[in-house]
């Protein structure tokens, strides 16, 4: 594994966090209405902010500053999810939340294109999908032991905890 593929493993855990357990949150707290309001606000977040980031990411230190800030404000989200009460909070949190993950998965693929191109496309996807696939489902799958244990809550909290070192860890990227 090199340092490339790591930064797709940490992608991965931060996309199953915030599509997955934070909608899971969003549910068991004010149900499925709720869940349909934010998950629709991250959308529209992800759909402004990518042409936005798109254009800053055509260079290596465009993309290497969006990812790094991008990253560390994902760290902070996780936190303030962590403490979020209200569900105008959970609404503002979800809407961030796909700016967030915009602003630096759009610079990781577009930093993979990159390297694709040089690579050959066909082993970078395969090896860039597999690494991805590992951050969908180590870290969640063994979180869930906890929930006999511990009970949801924690589960929950849990992986907002891990996401949030996953994003820490992708703000070291260097391409």
């Known amino acids: 594994m090199c340092i490339r593929d790591s930064y797709y493993v940490m992608l991965g855990v931060i996309y199953t966090v915030d599509f997955a357990v934070w909608g899971l949150h969003v ?6 209405l709720s869940l349909g309001i934010a998950a629709s606000l991250m959308g529209l977040g992800m759909i402004i902010l990518t042409l936005v980031i ?3 990411s055509n260079n290596a230190n465009g993309r290497r500053r969006v990812i790094r800030t991008g990253a560390f404000l994902s760290a902070v989200l996780w936190i303030l999810r962590v403490v979020a009460d209200s569900e105008a909070e959970f609404m ?11 602003s630096f998965s759009v ?4 930093d993979f294109a990159q390297f694709a191109k040089k690579q050959g496309p066909e082993r970078s996807v395969i090896f860039r999908l597999f690494w991805l696939g590992i ?17 949801i809550n924690v589960f929950i909290y849990s992986a ?3 996401a949030a070192i996953a994003s820490i860890c992708l703000a070291s990227f260097k391409n």
């Not at 961030?96 to 993950?101: A, T």
């Not at 610079?107 to 577009?110: E, G, I, T, V």
């Open 135 to 151: 951050g969908h489902v180590a870290p969640v799958s063994l979180l869930l032991l906890l929930i006999p244990v511990w009970g």
């Open 92 to 102: 503002l949190l979800s809407l961030m939340g796909g700016f967030i993950i915009t």
């Open 107 to 110: 610079s990781l693929y577009a």
């Open 54 to 56: 798109g254009t800053r």
């Open 27 to 32: 549910f068991l707290t004010y149900g499925f």
């Open 160 to 162: 907002f905890g891990v």
